[in-house]
């Protein structure tokens, strides 16, 4: 099978510890904080970054239904700064006009195919605020 591009990575871990470098990486990659999530382009220079951080997050690979879920549950717009619910076209329509996206499902086929306008409608989201997870996690184990 083809390579995924596109590839959903979650902050897992605090920041107890953490190295310049890898805290710049964390930087790069909008995760400030533990349990956001962001969508990011597969390329040579993200997977490398992705290797060097690996304790400190998890990722995968969603499909179409993830990331619309996501989008439609989770999914707050960047605009002017202040984080804003998408909870209508409006909201896109206003502000992602200019890069041919005006409405929702617009911006799920943008972000899941990883179009041209991939990086303004990706910027436009807010990192994803995911909750912890019920059960805990299994075990979180130091990778030394």
């Known amino acids: 099978p083809a390579e995924p591009k596109l590839a959903f990575v979650i902050r897992i871990r605090g920041i107890n510890g953490v190295s310049p470098r890898v805290k710049k990486i964390l930087q790069l990659l909008r995760l400030r904080q533990i349990h956001n999530g962001v969508f990011v382009r597969l390329n040579a ?3 490398k970054m992705l290797r060097l951080v690996e304790p ?3 990722y995968g690979y969603p499909n179409l239904k993830t990331v619309r879920e996501l989008i439609y549950k989770r999914g707050f ?3 002017k700064g202040q984080r804003v619910a998408i909870d ?3 909201v896109v329509s206003n502000a992602m006009k200019k890069y041919n996206i005006i409405c929702v499902e617009d911006l799920i ?3 899941y195919t990883v179009g041209p306008k991939f ?3 990706n910027s436009f989201l807010w990192p994803f605020q995911l ?3 019920k059960g805990g996690f299994k075990s979180i184990t ?3």
């Open 131 to 133: 909750s912890s997870p």
């Open 119 to 121: 990086k303004q409608a």
């Open 77 to 79: 717009a960047k605009l």
């Open 88 to 90: 209508n076209n409006f």
């Open 142 to 144: 130091k990778h030394f």
């Open 109 to 111: 086929h943008e972000i």
């Open 56 to 58: 400190y997050i998890a």
């Open 45 to 47: 220079a993200v997977v």
